[in-house]
């Protein structure tokens, strides 16, 4: 009789045998379930391992552990980074480790640019690591006899048994999940070589495709480049890419640095293609892929094929096979993927390293490339190109960030594995304390620059009553604005919201759907709002003139809290996990908090008052240390200001003015003395120290 078809009968003498028993579940048990255990075994507590919190009908009997008495936040950060930190430097095969064993071009860490940079709090391998380091914690404090996992997911299943029975503990499945397919070293190394030899077969015969190496015009001119992905950060038409987040700081560039050239290194094929754009600024695209490139995979097949066969003979080991604990956890089935991928990506590697390498070359003087995303895998061969060539990089800050955002908490193995900018252009001082001080990245490399992207809100506010009535929006009638997020209670949470708002019938509820398509649908915001008797407006865009049009805005840990700060409206932050707020909106700003349906209710009724009870005082200062130079519209001119001293820029102390900005003043563009305008722009000051000056490499 095979094992499969022992388990029901394993279960059942479990259930009835043991004295205690700990249910673990990542999902809500079935009814079926719950009336199983609760008959056949006292007593029974329960675990909610699960991301977005577990909803069912519980026997009062049962003990629900609180997971918030058990997880600590700083103490889990501590513990996943340090693991980061030591497992590559671990003697794995005759005395070296993996650092030793696996470079990529450039002399970086496999480990990394790699699993270890995929430090995204709420996808990959973190929140799996989350729980595995929390049922560490439960089991120091309880003793069950016996374990029943309730996990589909059989790789985060397969680390919570190995926890489970590190302790000599009876533990079983209610349903066992069907084992993720791993192909052993040989088949997965014969399969990965094949992959690798195809691929620079079809990049040989496409090569004619890519276009050759050519210098734009006005290369000789200075330049800066914006290098990010395409999604969000630009929109291209037939004449170029029009900046989007880069907005503020490319008009920033024009308006105080006006014969300063732009141009754009879009890396992914994401950007919004349109077939024609408003009249406006088009940057010149550079593209990074070229025939180059092709040329550079080539010469790093060897490499290639040399890695794939290394780390084939490693998965035999038991050094390998011991090395990955963590939480007294086995976890190789969570990182053996990833590792997997990144081996099979050496030479991949080395072909973006060099079309990143020729785009910038093709750009000519370029003084500095302002980097998008800079501490993610993506961004990691630009910043590698860009050092090869000897130019200045700066990371711009996208978004918020927080300590539990731990791609920002750079670990020291990540700054000396890992292409890395120069310098850091953080929001404010909050940030700054997040990369410097939580993380390892240098203090005397981040700049306290400000929000360039939402000097917006203080020095160019949108007219609320122009926006409603743009919006179709009534002009008397309380506007509550709920902007969607991809936590994976957030739906919930919306749901409460809706069933609040709807015993609130003058209000008008909107709802900003998320760029993510998979974090909600349109259709199910609907029939969520039909159940809660909750009319609602969509929209998937005109983010802006609903902020203005708005009264209140409901979200989560996210950046439109910050906009709706800053634009001086009421919030209410929500939080439906079992965790502490991710950002300190409502314990250092002005945000209401609402973690609970009786909460939500409270807060929506503070909020809708016409009074600030919260203070502006409170208000000025949570800005001050979030967004720094913002607070007073600031950011951009603080940047630039930045980046003029370290490329030894002349910036005059008196901005010029663009053509629109002269058209809305009535004032016309000229040249006076002493200004920026003209061919010495770019003389260098007497004695400076600049990082990087602006001859560099052409």
């Known amino acids: 009789m095979s094992l499969a078809a022992l388990r029901p009968w394993m279960l059942n003498a479990l259930l009835v045998n043991t004295q205690s028993l700990l249910i673990i579940a990542t999902v809500a048990p079935s ?34 552990l609180p997971r918030a008495e058990f997880f600590d936040a700083d103490a889990f950060r501590t513990d996943f980074l340090t693991f980061l930190e030591e497992w590559p430097r671990k003697p794995i095969w005759k005395g070296k480790s993996f650092d030793e064993l696996f470079r990529l071009r450039g002399g970086y860490s496999l480990w990394w640019t790699g699993p270890a940079a995929a430090r995204t709090p709420m996808r990959g391998i973190v929140p799996a690591l989350r729980a595995a380091w929390l049922l560490d914690r439960v089991l120091r404090e309880v003793r069950p006899t016996a374990i029943v996992l309730n996990c589909p997911d059989a790789s985060r299943g397969a680390v919570l048994r190995s926890r489970c029975e590190s302790e000599g503990l009876s533990c079983e499945w209610f349903d066992e999940p069907k084992s993720a397919i791993t192909e052993n070293p040989g088949a997965w190394f014969r399969a990965s070589s094949l992959k690798c030899l195809a691929r620079g077969i079809r990049l040989t015969l496409g090569a004619w495709r890519r276009p050759s190496p050519a210098t734009l015009p006005g290369a000789d001119r200075p330049s800066v480049a914006f290098a990010s992905r395409g999604s969000r950060y630009f929109d291209v038409d037939q004449a170029g890419a029009a900046p989007v987040i880069w907005k503020s700081l490319s008009d920033g560039l024009r ?39 092709v040329g550079a995979y080539l010469r790093s097949l060897p490499s290639q094929l040399a890695g794939l066969w290394r780390l084939r003979r490693l998965e035999s080991t038991s050094a390998w096979r011991s090395s990955f604990r963590f939480a007294n956890s086995d ?76 791609i920002y908490t750079v670990p020291r193995g990540h700054i000396a594995g890992a292409p890395v900018p120069d310098r850091f252009a953080a929001y404010g001082p909050y940030s700054v304390g997040i990369v410097s001080g939580l993380g390892a990245y240098p203090r005397d490399r981040v700049w306290n620059s400000g929000a360039s992207r939402l000097d917006r809100l203080v020095s160019q506010p949108l007219c609320g009553a122009e926006a409603r009535k743009s919006l179709g929006l009534p002009a008397d009638r309380p506007i509550v604005l709920i902007t969607m997020q991809t936590y994976p209670w957030f739906p919930r949470a919306v749901a409460t919201v809706l069933e609040a708002l709807a015993g609130r019938p003058e ?96 807060a929506l009724d503070e909020a809708l008052r016409q009074a600030d009870d919260r203070g502006r005082d409170r208000r000025e200062a949570f800005l001050l240390n979030h967004v720094g130079p913002t607070l007073n519209g600031r950011g951009t001119r603080t940047f630039i200001e930045q980046l003029a001293e370290a490329c030894g820029f002349a910036l005059p102390a008196v901005e010029i003015p663009t053509a629109a900005a002269s058209a809305q003043k009535g004032t016309p563009v000229r040249a006076r003395k002493g200004s920026i305008v003209g061919s010495r722009l770019f003389e260098k000051p007497a004695n400076s120290d600049s990082v990087a000056a602006s001859e560099a490499h052409g």
């Not at 732009?262 to 892929?289: H, N, T």
């Open 31 to 64: 009814p079926e379930t719950v009336a199983r255990c609760a008959a056949a075994a006292r007593p029974v507590q329960f675990l909610d391992l699960s991301d977005e919190g577990l909803e069912f009908e519980a026997p009062g009997e049962w003990t629900i």
């Open 255 to 293: 308006r105080y640095l006006p014969n300063l050239r732009q141009i754009a290194i879009i890396r992914d094929d994401k950007a919004v293609r349109r077939d024609a754009m408003p009249e406006g600024l088009r940057l010149p695209v550079v593209s990074p892929k070229t025939q180059r490139g």
């Open 331 to 406: 976890v190789e089935r969570l990182f053996q993927p990833a590792l997997r991928r990144s081996v099979e990506g050496i030479a991949d590697w080395t072909q973006r390293v060099a079309d990143c390498r020729t785009a910038l070359q093709q750009a000519g003087r370029v003084a500095a490339v302002l980097v998008g995303e800079e501490f993610y895998s993506p961004a990691m061969p630009e910043l590698a190109a860009a050092k090869e060539l000897g130019l200045l990089t700066i990371g711009v800050q996208h978004g918020t960030i927080m300590p539990t955002h731990y």
């Open 507 to 602: 209000c008008v509820v909107c709802v900003k759907t998320h760029p993510k398509a998979a974090c909600i649908s349109v259709a199910e915001l609907q029939r969520i709002a039909g159940e809660a008797s909750c009319g609602i407006q969509c929209f998937d865009d005109r983010f802006d003139e609903l902020l203005a049009a708005c009264d209140v805005l409901v979200s989560a840990s996210s950046t439109t809290m910050l906009e709706a700060i800053l634009a001086g409206k009421r919030t209410v932050c929500l939080n439906f996990s079992t965790e502490p707020d991710w950002y300190p909106y409502a314990e250092e700003g002005p945000s209401l908090a609402a973690r609970s349906r009786e909460e939500i209710g409270m």
